[in-house]
């Protein structure tokens, strides 16, 4: 089994910065994509932003330019640096990775989700 663990959030004011963190845990053979998502109340769940293995990043036209995604393979961590953020950032931000992982017959690939942590920016 895996598990995603989600460090980082909190309260902020607007302009701010934050760094959330994300760890992988468990049998883990190899994680592919990793990403960040994030909930607001009653709006569905969106896409912030992904990053493959070797680096490649992608990010929502809202957070272009104030956060940035990185990894660390070593450490099958990823983070989320999070700049001048705006009240409409308030969400709870949940991690998702691609992650290969032992069975009897061989790698099972499959998606995980953290449990999720809630950035509030406000004043």
């Known amino acids: 089994q895996v598990q995603l663990v989600e460090s980082g959030g909190g309260l902020v004011q607007p302009g701010g910065s934050l760094r959330l963190s994300c760890a992988a845990s468990g049998s883990i053979f190899s994680i592919n994509v990793m990403g960040w998502y994030r909930q607001a109340p009653g709006k569905e769940r969106e896409l912030v932003a992904t990053?493959?293995?070797?680096?490649?990043?992608n990010y929502a036209d809202s957070v272009k330019g104030r956060f940035t995604i990185s990894r660390d393979n070593t450490k099958n961590t990823v983070y989320l640096q999070m700049n001048s953020l705006k009240p409409e950032d308030t969400a709870v931000y949940y991690c998702?990775?691609?992650?290969?992982?032992?069975?009897?017959?061989?790698?099972?690939?499959?998606?995980?989700w953290g449990q999720g942590t809630q950035v509030t920016v406000s004043s």
């Open positions: 990053i493959s293995t070797g680096g490649t990043t």
């Open positions: 998702n990775a691609n992650v290969g992982t032992y069975f009897s017959s061989g790698i099972r690939w499959s998606d995980y």
